[in-house]
C-alpha cells in the first residue's frame, strides 16, 4: 500500500521540486466532489492527491485551513481551448481551471509546453493538428495544416498525428454558411470524415468534430463522432437531435461563450468584465479581447437552437461538456469558463448540473481518471470558494485559493502584475 501511494504521488507532481512538503486538511468545508455535494466535511489532502475525507479526518502535521462557509470543489476543466503559450495555461490557473482540452496546435509548441510543465500551469492535452480540407477552417492563420482529401490516406495522416503526440483527434466538418457570410469554405466530405474517425478509432483514439450547423452535427455523430466540439448557431434544433447523439453515446461541448460571441454580445460577458472577484485578475488585454465580437454578430444570427440543444442533450442523458473555445473572440483563458457556466444555467442545467460539465463529465470523456472528482487516490487539483456554487453558479468566482497537485497557487503575485499592467 505504501509502495502504491508514493508511485501516485510522484504522478501528481511534474517534477520532485513540485511536489507538496505539509499535508493540508480542510475543516468543516461543503464539497462538490464532482458529482454530489457534501454538506459539511474534512477533507486531507496529501503528497498531491485527496488522502481521506469523512467528518472524522484528521492529521496531527497538517496546515489546516477552515472551510466554514466555503465550498471546496475539484479543479475546474475547459474542454475546449486553444492554447498558444506557457502564460495561457498560467492564467487559466489563477481562475481556477486546472485542466484544458486543446483542439489546434502546433506539434512543436504541444511537445514544448509539456516538456516545460510547471505547478503554476494548468495541464492540458492536445489534438495537435486538426483534420481539414485544403483552404478549409483551420488553414486561415498562415499555419502549415496538413490538410488531407483522400480517404484512402486517413489511416497514415492519423498515424502521422499520433507519432506528433496528438491525444486525440479533431476534425472539421464545416462550410461556413452557417455564419451569415455569401461563401462557402472547402470542408471534409462525409466519406472522408467518417474514414478519419474509423482511423483513430482504430488507433484507440477518440474523434472529436467540429461543427458549425444542425446538419452538421446529425452527420458527425453519424458517422461515428466521439464527440461534438461545438453546438451550432440557428433558430431552431430538431427534437430528436438530443436522442441521436444519445443513441450514438457521444458527448457534446456547447461552447456557448462563443457561439453567443458570434450571434451578439451577451448580459453575463459583461458582467464577468466587472465582477469584482474576477476584473482585479484581467489584464487590458483580457478586457479588450472580452468586449470583441465576430463580424458575423451584425448579420442577425440566433443561439435559440443551442440553448434548445441543451434541453434536448439534457433529457436524453447525454454528457455535457463545458469548454470555451478561449481565446477566440469574446473569450479570455479561465474567466470565460465562469462565463460558461452560467450560459449553460441559463440554457436549462442546474448549477449542479453545470459542475458536473466543468469537472467529472469533461475528465471521463476525455478518459482522464484521476482528475474531476475529490476522491481518494485522485489528484488535489482543487479550487477553494466561498459560498455554495451548487446552488449559485455565480460563488465559482469568488476564489479563495487554487490548488495543483496540493500546492496553492500565488494569486497575489498574478493579481499585482495585471494591475502593474493597467
Not at 486561415?140 to 499520433?162: C, F, S
Not at 440566433?302 to 481565446?327: H, N, Q
Request: aromatic share 6%.
Amino acid at each position: 500500500m505504501k509502495a502504491l501511494l508514493l508511485s501516485l504521488a510522484l504522478l501528481a507532481c511534474a517534477r520532485p521540486a513540485d511536489c507538496q512538503k505539509t499535508p493540508i486538511l480542510f475543516q468543516h468545508v461543503r464539497v462538490f466532489d464532482g458529482l454530489k455535494t457534501i454538506s459539511v466535511t474534512n477533507v486531507l489532502i496529501q503528497d498531491g492527491r485527496i488522502r481521506d475525507l469523512g467528518f472524522d479526518v484528521a492529521e496531527p502535521s497538517a496546515q489546516v485551513v477552515d472551510g466554514t462557509g466555503l465550498t471546496l470543489l475539484p479543479g475546474l476543466i475547459d474542454s475546449h481551448v486553444h492554447v498558444h503559450s506557457a502564460e495561457a495555461l498560467e492564467q487559466s490557473m489563477i481562475f481556477g481551471v486546472t485542466s484544458e482540452f486543446d483542439m489546434m496546435m502546433q506539434p512543436r509548441l504541444m511537445a514544448a509546453l509539456k516538456n516545460a510543465e510547471k505547478s503554476n500551469m494548468a495541464d492540458f492535452w492536445s489534438a495537435g493538428w486538426l483534420a481539414t480540407a485544403p483552404g478549409g477552417h483551420g488553414t486561415e492563420y498562415g499555419l502549415e495544416v496538413p490538410t488531407i482529401t483522400d480517404a484512402k490516406k486517413a489511416q497514415a495522416w492519423v498515424d502521422a498525428r499520433i507519432a506528433e503526440g496528438s491525444d486525440y483527434i479533431k476534425l472539421v466538418y464545416d462550410d461556413a454558411t452557417e455564419y451569415g457570410g455569401r461563401r462557402s469554405r472547402p470542408t471534409l466530405s462525409k466519406q472522408l470524415m467518417k474514414a478519419i474517425i474509423d482511423a483513430a478509432h482504430q488507433r484507440g483514439k477518440l474523434a472529436v468534430v467540429h461543427i458549425g450547423s444542425e446538419w452538421q452535427a446529425q452527420g458527425a455523430i453519424n458517422a461515428g463522432a466521439d464527440g461534438l466540439a461545438h453546438l451550432f448557431v440557428g433558430s431552431t434544433c430538431d427534437r430528436n437531435f438530443g436522442a441521436l447523439v444519445a443513441a450514438h453515446h457521444a458527448f457534446v461541448i456547447p461552447t456557448l461563450t462563443v457561439l453567443h460571441s458570434i450571434c451578439g454580445p451577451t448580459a453575463s460577458r459583461h458582467q464577468l468584465i466587472s465582477d469584482l472577484n474576477l476584473e482585479p485578475f484581467l489584464t487590458p488585454g483580457n478586457i479588450a479581447r472580452l468586449r470583441e465580437t465576430f463580424p458575423s454578430s451584425s448579420a442577425g444570427l440566433s443561439c435559440a437552437g443551442a440553448a434548445r440543444a441543451i434541453k434536448e442533450l439534457k433529457a436524453a442523458g447525454v454528457p455535457i461538456l463545458a469548454g470555451t473555445d478561449a481565446p477566440n473572440p469574446g473569450t479570455t483563458y479561465g474567466a470565460s469558463l465562469h462565463e460558461e457556466l452560467v450560459l449553460l444555467v441559463e440554457a436549462g442545467l442546474t448549477p449542479i448540473e453545470a459542475l458536473v460539465a466543468a469537472t467529472s463529465a469533461s475528465a471521463q470523456a476525455f478518459h482522464v481518471q484521476d482528475r474531476g472528482r475529490i476522491a481518494p487516490g485522485l489528484r488535489a487539483d482543487l479550487v477553494l470558494v466561498k459560498g455554495n456554487p451548487d446552488e449559485d453558479i455565480l460563488a465559482t468566482r469568488n476564489i479563495m485559493a487554487v490548488y495543483k497537485a496540493g500546492i496553492a497557487i500565488d494569486r497575489a503575485a498574478y493579481r499585482a502584475a495585471a494591475k502593474a499592467r493597467r
